[in-house]
């Protein structure tokens, strides 16, 4: 008799630890284009994590822990903001891309994240602007763009190392490639 209560509690455990519905997902976002303000609610505890990505200028918000459970959504926006793109980043991250239109970019140090609570944030973006084609040490990811025909100078001092490299970890995302570096 005990042993049957045993066996069906841990088969109930297993079945409900491993219920995708029981993860942490993104429960709802909404960009307001009229504020430039995405609105971030899931169904527990996160902390985005974000990084501001150069040609084409992007917005990139991970939701370590969080579970889309969707295939990718895409809400179109227009102007300087050309679109926002959710979706399943690796099995434990949700990723958020705000995409600027070409010619566009977006002051790191004016992006506001609010933590309304644990689980509901909003993300304020300052009004992109006009990239200026000068060059000046703060602007150097401005000077060469997809459409121009300036060529990169490459170094003729190579270092190199006998033997191989091996790359492991590579995920493709569709912003590109991610390699994991995994150190012990």
Same mark, same amino acid.
């Given at each position: 008799?005990?042993?049957? $209560? @045993? @066996? ?8 409900? @630890? ?10 709802? $976002? ?5 504020? #430039?303000?995405?609105? *971030? #609610?899931?169904?527990?505890?996160? !902390?985005?994590?974000?990084? @501001? ?8 918000? &991970?939701?370590?822990? +969080? ?6 959504? *895409?809400? !179109?926006?227009?102007?300087? *903001? ?6 399943? =980043? /690796?099995?434990?991250?949700?990723? *958020? ?9 977006? /002051? %790191? ?8 609570? %644990?689980?509901? $944030? ?15 040490? &703060? ?12 060529? %990169?100078? =490459? ?11 091996? +790359? ?6 569709? /912003?590109? =490639? =991610?390699?994991? &570096?995994?150190?012990?």
């Amino acid at each position: 008799m005990k042993l049957e $209560w @045993l @066996l069906t509690g841990t088969v109930g455990t297993v079945l409900l @630890l491993s219920s995708p519905t029981w993860a942490t997902s993104l429960s709802s $976002w909404r960009f307001d284009a009229g504020q #430039n303000r995405l609105e *971030i #609610n899931t169904t527990g505890n996160v !902390q985005p994590k974000a990084q @501001l990505i150069f040609s084409p200028t992007r917005l990139v918000i &991970d939701l370590p822990g +969080i579970v889309f459970g969707r295939p990718q959504s *895409i809400q !179109q926006v227009g102007g300087a *903001i050309r679109a926002v793109r959710v979706g399943q =980043f /690796d099995p434990q991250t949700t990723r *958020i891309v705000v995409e600027l239109a070409p010619g566009y970019t977006l /002051d %790191p140090q004016q992006i506001k994240f609010v933590g309304v609570t %644990p689980r509901r $944030w909003t993300v304020q973006l300052p009004r992109p602007v006009a990239e200026t084609t000068e060059s000046s040490p &703060d602007s150097v990811y401005n000077v060469v763009t997809l459409d121009s025909d300036a060529k %990169p100078e =490459f170094s003729e001092n190579v270092v190199s190392a006998a033997g191989s490299t091996q +790359i492991e970890n590579v995920q493709v995302t569709g /912003d590109g =490639f =991610f390699c994991a &570096d995994k150190r012990e």
